[in-house]
């Protein structure tokens, strides 16, 4: 096969040798070219031929999309121009050639193509996630590190204090969307090592894999996080019962129980006032005394009167309260809506998800190591990832010493609560179990309500044990007093 001659003919040859690439406009003077591997990972050239073309070299010019950014476009354009330029040497018809195997080899060979910025993005934030502070100074650094270009392959390792989590994160080819090559998943999440315990490991890298899939699907990063909670509602939660939509729903509280108790002793009171033997006032000889017979009657109508108003001030304000209280009650589960709520259909357009991935993994494996228990603020892990792992293991005690030591454990596993924060378990059982019930999460930037799959959701099922064990407690102490 004779070399080209002319441009027209190095064209001819190019459009022969690489039939996926597709000229867009093609003159003398200059070539528009595209190439798609994907639907999402495409690249659009164009190439000047400059005079005195081929002893002066092709001038290439890349466009920037969402494809490819900013500093993708400089590299590919920096090594095509200097391609370009050492074939110009030759002076002959074949720049197009050498410059289109270049681009072909470089979006083939690289399944980074498409995440590219994602990329750069997920290496600035953990290399910042290593910035030291009090307590992580002698912690060692997370890194996230290129395995291979060819297979989109990704090393992450994050520590935080004596705590580690390694994975690797294989790109899909057909990234943002999915093929068979990772089994479904644009990115897919393999754990490598860590020392969390298996339970927490476990529902860290569910939670992460399960945001991949909803990305997928065409959800936002927040709905998809929202979505991916791996602790479900329980199952009497009232989020979507007529009750609660229609503000019906009361609550016990200690206040509540108070006021019962009062309004008690102030019909108790009404009812003595009334019942009050009007021909108590007698005078000495036998007959009735008239005059404070009345004065006792209007005495006790003002005293009754009086009672009334204030009790119905009283219960008016108790009611404005109870309202209020209702209407946080909404905002605080405004968050969990969107769960129920979500539309049938709709688009499936693959969304980006690397980033968000590389993102929930940093802030949740070393966010967690140092997360405070909002009920008695403190540490929810302790500080040795042995002493973590042997709270969920069982093992059979032989002394009361020993039993009595791994029940205190048991209490303070960590808990991870629907709104997303993490308690011991000792303090979650009894901020959801004592009243007042539905409170929100005293966590910073959270006020959500505080479900568990462990606890009833619904207050009136809650405000029931309450009562129960409140109605024990007093039959025991009965018994004490006999003993």
């Not at 410059?99 to 590219?116: A, K, Q, R, T």
Request: glycine share 4%; proline share 6%; aromatic share 8%.
């Amino acid at each position: 096969m004779s070399n080209p001659s002319s441009i027209s003919e190095e064209i001819s040859e190019a459009k022969n040798l690489f039939p996926s690439v597709r000229v867009i406009t093609a003159t003398h003077s200059f070539l528009i070219a595209t190439y798609e591997r994907s639907p999402y990972t495409r690249m659009k050239m164009t190439l000047t031929f400059p005079e005195g073309y081929p002893s002066h070299s092709l001038i290439v010019n890349i466009d920037q999309d969402a494809v490819v950014p900013p500093g993708l476009k400089k590299k590919l354009e920096k090594e095509m121009n200097s391609l370009a330029s050492q074939k110009a040497e030759r002076a002959q018809f074949d720049q197009i050639r050498y410059v289109w195997e270049h681009m072909v080899s470089f979006i083939d060979g690289n399944l980074f193509v498409p995440c590219w910025k994602e990329l750069k993005k997920c290496v600035d934030l953990v290399q910042n996630s290593n910035a030291p502070t009090k307590t992580t100074a002698n912690t060692k650094q997370s890194t996230l590190s290129i395995v291979s270009e060819s297979k989109g392959k990704i090393r992450l390792t994050l520590h935080n204090e004596a705590y580690y989590y390694k994975c690797t994160i294989t790109i899909d080819p057909a990234y943002p969307d999915y093929s068979a090559a990772t089994g479904g998943k644009s990115c897919l999440l393999q754990v490598q090592s860590t020392n969390f315990p298996s339970p927490i490991e476990t529902m860290l890298t569910t939670q992460a894999q399960e945001i991949v899939r909803r990305m997928q699907e065409g959800l936002s990063s927040e709905r998809a996080l929202n979505m991916s909670n791996p602790i479900k509602v329980p199952k009497d939660f009232h989020l979507n019962t007529a009750e609660f939509k229609e503000g019906n729903m009361s609550r016990l509280t200690n206040e509540t129980i108070q006021n019962i108790k009062h309004d008690t002793e102030a019909l108790k009171r009404v009812s003595d006032l009334h019942n009050k033997e009007a021909s108590a006032v007698r005078a000495p000889g036998g007959y009735v005394n008239k005059k404070a017979l009345a004065k006792e009657r209007k005495d006790a109508r003002r005293t009754i009167h009086k009672i009334t108003e204030a009790e119905r001030a009283a219960d008016l304000k108790a009611e404005e309260k109870e309202r209020e209280w209702k209407l946080e009650e909404k905002k605080r589960l405004v968050g969990y809506y969107d769960l129920y709520d979500v539309p049938a259909g709709g688009t499936i357009v693959p969304q980006p998800s690397l980033f968000v991935l590389v993102t929930f993994l940093v802030d949740r494996v070393k966010g967690l190591v140092l997360q405070q228990c909002p009920c008695c603020e403190k540490r929810v892990l302790p500080v040795n990832p042995d002493e973590l792992n042997s709270m969920y293991v069982s093992s059979s005690m032989s002394t009361n010493k020993d039993k009595q030591a791994s029940k205190l454990k048991k209490k303070m596993i960590p808990m991870h609560t629907y709104c997303g924060c993490w308690y011991h378990k000792s303090c979650l059982h009894t901020f959801i179990t004592e009243p007042p019930f539905g409170l929100e999460c005293p966590t910073i930037n959270c006020g959500k309500r505080v479900f568990h799959p462990h606890w009833p959701g619904d207050i009136k099922q809650m405000e029931r044990d309450w009562a129960a064990r409140q109605a024990r407690m007093r039959e025991v102490e009965d018994a004490m007093m006999f003993l």
